[in-house]
């Protein structure tokens, strides 16, 4: 009773510091508020781009124009591409719920660098800013693919130098963030919290973060120098100056492989607290999802060359590149055996996150296996760039990043925001969003294997029943993502109130109200356990006190050791 | 049949089989322990569970089997891509900002079409005027990237005669999607007869300079000046045309 009291009086929304307002937002240091500020932007950006490829599919409803011109198909999906990956894919589920969630689950009060984490948001935000300045200044939105591969971009007479500062902004954002959550995950953890301790969302975040690190300057500047190419010609790249535009196609990939994985561990981590929080039993294989986390981010760093299999790259780098991205198949696929493998033996909890998780697995597995048909030698050559490589990627980032960004979501919601809402009408908008995802892009993999190149404005007239068909499920897959959200949005405005622990989750952020207080716990727990413990406590949420009133030998042994 | 062909369909069938295997096992296994371990009809989950080494042992190992089959079949299958047949003729194929021209080994040149004798095995040599381009022929399950200031290769077997689509697979500005061809398989006769003719295609029907497109709706090729060409201009910015004058003129 006392504690729904505190969490009411408390709470991080209501809280009122130096600043009221608004302004106690947009200057507010705390985790969860920054979380907030992130989320609020991204989903504005997430509705832009998928407004884009809805005018993609749309255009592709007929061959020859339907809705517009070449040059603005190729803007258009340029900035699709451009806005979903640098600021929707990459920041989403880091920077909102790893900077909201992950802090309370190891028992912090917040990140290592409060201040450093909010100029981060506006790192974020600047470099926003300029990829919509891009849009109306100079000759108009890139039209170069997100890939901006030179020469190309280099000629182009669109306004490419802003949209690649825009991204080389964001990067710095991105470090900035991974560099917050290394620090905090190695120093700010709660007593008793060993590395084997921590949640896997946690170890998600921590792979990615060290990702972060160490990739994202590469791209910095590799974008950096496509802006000095295109203002001074230095020639890096340019052919035309003597520069090489395969030196560019490494560098773009050696950031933009790891930044799949950017995108995907950080999903992977919430599939792991959610699974076991529903099957009311402990995850199977928990050293294995960790260090299989840590796998994938060191493995993925060697594989980026499959991108340049008929890019005139020697066959000796295209066979060793082949051989390595196979091997990156291994630790994603025990990852996937392990989830499974949790659901045997629970007690399943049939709700909403549940459904999503198990949409994932499904989606995502398509993508993952359609990967190994882009991994093989034989088939890639064939395969790549046509639309074949359109469905695999949108499989495993939209089906896996995007699909999992709605089921934390939804996990986390009530604890987010205190309330409640609609599961019933959560699963019926799944579902839709599962068949709209899958008529929308399987027919790609058709289209694919049948030759129809990707970034293509026009198409061969036999296509076109797999393209109405695509485009069909377009309007499905919104209808059910519209649906979702207004769920959602309603819930935040007239849901119940949320219990502190509504899902019977054993980590650490279901210990605290709902929603958070603003320094999230009275005192600093003592971990005593494992993460996804259910038949014992596995925290001391008051060591001052429950360490003078209970005087269980099997508290005091490890908190000491703790200590 | 097509040898290339054969062996690039035979490992997409051979990795789409075991991947639908696996995908299946999966979504049974996961569906199935939904429904049998539900609240309802499982009200204790059994806490015991928490990993098993023979069970990770064993899905580390039988994946890493089956993903070293794969890659062994399509690195099999690359040797048969990338090993040129030493009988193989020579053709040069430019890409350029958004036509393909061809030329023979006598220097006669042609644009869009590419005509070739059935049964010979050809070897494509490959740059490109301007940004990189991809030289796809879906048809014979091979493409390279065309890349200015050096020479990419790819060879293919024209097993039977016919008209086959070739298309820019790799994204090269405004008019990427026009940037179309044929390849067109003839007798060695009706090749010869063609190729002995010194460039009729190219004062009949198409000039080096003239864009061709391929007519969205019907497929059919035919030259379009005045559409791309006029657009051409507004997209490439003004410097680009002194930088391939330069090169032109090395
Ligand atoms: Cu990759
Ligand atoms: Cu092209």
């Not at chain 1, 399943?348 to 993508?367: C, H, M, Q, W």
Request: overall charge neutral; charged content about 15%.
């Amino acid at each position: 009773m006392t504690d729904t009291l505190a969490a009411h009086e408390g709470s991080y929304l209501e809280y009122e510091g130096r600043h009221k307002g608004i302004l106690g937002w947009v200057l507010s240091t705390d985790h969860k508020r920054i979380g907030l500020l992130y989320l609020s932007a991204i989903m504005v950006f997430f509705f832009v781009a998928m407004t884009l490829g809805v005018m993609m599919r749309l255009e592709m409803l007929t061959p020859g124009e339907t809705i517009m011109k070449p040059q603005t198909y190729n803007s258009i999906f340029t900035l699709h591409g451009v806005i979903m990956v640098f600021l929707f894919i990459i920041p989403a589920i880091p920077a909102v719920f790893g900077n909201f969630i992950m802090p309370i689950q190891i028992g912090a009060k917040d990140v290592a660098f409060p201040r450093l984490n909010l100029f981060s948001w506006y790192l974020y935000m600047t470099g926003a800013t300029l990829a919509i300045i891009s849009l109306f200044t100079g000759g108009g939105a890139a039209d170069t693919g997100w890939t901006f591969y030179v020469p190309y971009s280099i000629r182009s007479a669109q306004n490419v130098s802003f949209t690649t500062l825009a991204a080389f902004v964001l990067g710095f954002s991105t470090i900035v963030t991974g560099l917050n959550f290394i620090v905090t995950i190695h120093r700010m953890r709660a007593p008793g919290m060993t590395w084997f301790r921590m949640p896997l969302f946690a170890w998600g975040l921590y792979a990615t973060s060290w990702i972060q690190v160490l990739a994202t300057p590469v791209i910095g500047i590799t974008l950096f120098l496509i802006i000095l190419e295109r203002l001074l010609g230095v020639g890096v790249f340019d052919p035309a100056l003597g520069g090489d535009p395969i030196l560019y196609q490494h560098m773009f990939w050696i950031y933009s492989h790891p930044a799949v994985y950017i995108m995907i561990l950080p999903a992977m981590g919430v599939v792991s607290e959610i699974l076991p929080t529903f099957a009311r039993k402990d995850i199977f294989g928990y050293k294995q999802i960790a260090i299989s986390s840590l796998g994938i981010a060191l493995i993925g760093y060697l594989v980026w060359g499959h991108h340049m299999f008929v890019s005139g790259m020697s066959d000796t780098a295209r066979i060793v590149f082949s051989l390595l991205t196979f091997l990156v198949a291994i630790p994603t696929g025990v990852k996937i055996f392990n989830w499974v493998a949790t659901l045997y033996k629970g007690s399943i909890k049939f709700s909403a996150p549940l459904y999503y998780v198990l949409a994932f697995i499904f989606i995502f597995s398509i993508g993952g296996l359609t990967g190994l048909v882009l991994g093989a030698l034989a088939t890639d050559i064939h395969v790549t760039d046509t639309y074949f490589v359109v469905a695999h990627f949108h499989y495993v980032m939209f089906g896996g990043m995007g699909i999992m960004f709605f089921a934390t979501m939804h996990f986390w919601f009530p604890k987010m925001f205190g309330k409640m809402y609609n599961e019933k009408i959560a699963v019926i908008a799944c579902t839709i969003i599962i068949v709209g995802f899958n008529i929308l892009y399987f027919p790609m993999f058709i289209m694919g294997y049948m030759g129809m190149p990707r970034r293509y404005y026009d198409y061969l007239p036999h296509l076109q029943g797999w393209h109405i068909l695509s485009t069909v499920g377009s309007w499905i897959l919104v209808a059910g993502i519209v649906f979702m959200f207004g769920n959602l949005l309603y819930a935040l405005l007239k849901g119940p109130k949320a219990a502190r622990n509504p899902w019977g989750g054993t980590t650490l952020e279901w210990r605290v109200s709902s929603p958070p207080t603003v320094e999230n716990f009275d005192e600093i727990p003592v971990v005593t356990g494992g993460p996804y413990v259910h038949d014992k406590p596995t925290y001391i949420m008051q060591p001052s006190k429950e360490l003078v009133h209970e005087n269980g030998d099997k508290l005091k042994g490890e908190t000491l050791k703790a200590h | 049949m097509n040898p290339v062909v054969e062996v690039v369909d035979n490992s997409f069938i051979f990795i789409v089989a075991i991947s639908v295997l696996l995908l299946v096992g999966i979504t049974i296994a996961m569906i199935y322990f939904v429904f049998r371990y539900s609240e309802k009809n499982n009200p204790k989950p059994d806490q015991s569970i928490t990993g098993n080494t023979t069970l990770e042992v064993v899905w580390t190992v039988i994946p890493l089997l089956l993903v070293m089959a794969m890659f062994f079949y399509g690195y099999i299958g690359f040797r048969d891509i990338r090993n040129i047949p030493p009988d193989a003729m020579v053709v040069k194929v430019t890409g350029r900002m958004w036509v393909w021209s061809f030329e023979y080994e006598n220097k006669k040149k042609s644009d869009t079409l590419l005509y070739l004798p059935v049964g010979r095995n050809v070897k494509f040599e490959l740059s490109s005027a301007d940004v990189v381009h991809s030289f796809y022929v879906p048809a014979f399950r091979v493409k390279e990237d065309c890349v200015p200031n050096r020479t990419n290769y790819m060879w293919f077997h024209t097993s039977q005669e016919g008209t086959y689509d070739v298309f820019c697979a790799e994204y090269c500005g405004m008019n990427h999607s026009y940037m179309l061809g044929k390849v067109i398989v003839i007798t060695e006769k009706e090749f010869l007869e063609w190729v002995r003719v010194p460039d009729t295609l190219k004062t009949d029907t198409l000039k080096t300079t003239t864009t061709s497109v391929v007519a969205p709706m019907t497929g059919e090729v035919k030259a379009d000046t005045s559409k791309t060409a006029g657009d051409k201009k507004d997209t490439i910015k003004t410097n680009t045309k002194d930088t391939l004058l330069r090169r032109e003129n090395k």
